[in-house]
């Protein structure tokens, strides 16, 4: 099993450029998160998504639009880049809430973009 | 809404010593409880876990937490300290009422153990 694999690993992008993060799990969780990280502040919930088809958002959404078309992807992207956007972030997945793995969440290894 | 604060930015800790991480927390129902590790350049990994039962939690690595409802807090501990343990240590929190809610984090505490 890969568990949960991000890519790219790094990007950098110019202002007003736009890209995808591709989010892809093997282990068939029904969750998956978008955080971003940034020291001090912890990682921040950007969208999630309860299951194939469906998003909601989270705490920092603004400037970021996600789809999960397929259960075992979740994309992330920015329609155009800002500063405020240089980060790291960090896909996640877990089992169906309420099951016996309860909320234990699942990371895959980050994307670090920066954005001129 | 529901909160989780970890208190020290930093720990320090020689080898050998016990340590302990803090953690509380803020819920309006039960609280769901969890510690997640992060070495440099890598995503967060479960160490332990808190729903119910027992108030002292055993995870990887050695680890423990005990959780303290009358305290809210759920400090992670272990009795002695590896190098192996520098890492980033986030505390987090999922309220059990009221439906699906998000899990939240801490701002993350650096634990640094001195050989």
């Known amino acids: 099993n890969a568990g949960v694999t991000q890519t790219p690993k790094f990007r950098v992008l110019k202002t007003g450029q736009s890209m995808t993060l591709l989010c892809a799990q093997d282990?068939?969780?029904?969750?998956m998160y978008w955080y971003r990280q940034d020291p001090g502040m912890g990682l921040r919930l950007i969208h999630y998504?309860?299951?194939?088809?469906?998003?909601a958002k989270g705490e920092v959404p603004d400037g970021y639009n996600v789809s999960r078309l397929k259960k075992q992807n979740f994309l992330l992207g920015l329609e155009s880049a800002a500063p405020s956007q240089t980060s790291v972030y960090f896909c996640a997945s877990s089992y169906l809430a309420g099951g016996p793995s309860t909320d234990t969440q699942y990371f895959g290894p980050g994307t670090r973009l920066t954005v001129l | 809404a529901q909160s989780v604060a970890q208190p020290e930015d930093q720990v320090n800790v020689a080898e050998g010593n016990p340590l302990t991480v803090k953690c509380t927390y803020s819920?309006?129902?039960?609280?769901?409880l969890f510690w997640y590790v992060q070495y440099p350049n890598r995503g967060l990994q479960f160490l332990l876990k808190?729903?119910?039962?027992?108030?002292l939690v055993k995870g990887s690595y050695g680890f423990e937490a005990e959780f303290n409802k009358s305290q809210t807090s759920f400090h992670l501990k272990k009795p002695s300290a590896l190098v192996s343990d520098s890492a980033l240590y986030f505390c987090?929190?999922?309220?059990?009422?009221?439906?699906?809610?998000?899990?939240?984090f801490g701002t993350g505490t650096k634990l640094q153990v001195i050989p």
């Open positions: 998504s309860v299951g194939e088809g469906t998003t």
């Open positions: 819920v309006s129902g039960n609280p769901y």
């Open positions: 282990m068939n969780h029904e969750y």
């Open positions: 987090a929190v999922r309220d059990m009422s009221g439906g699906y809610q998000k899990v939240t």
């Open positions: 808190y729903i119910t039962g027992d108030n």
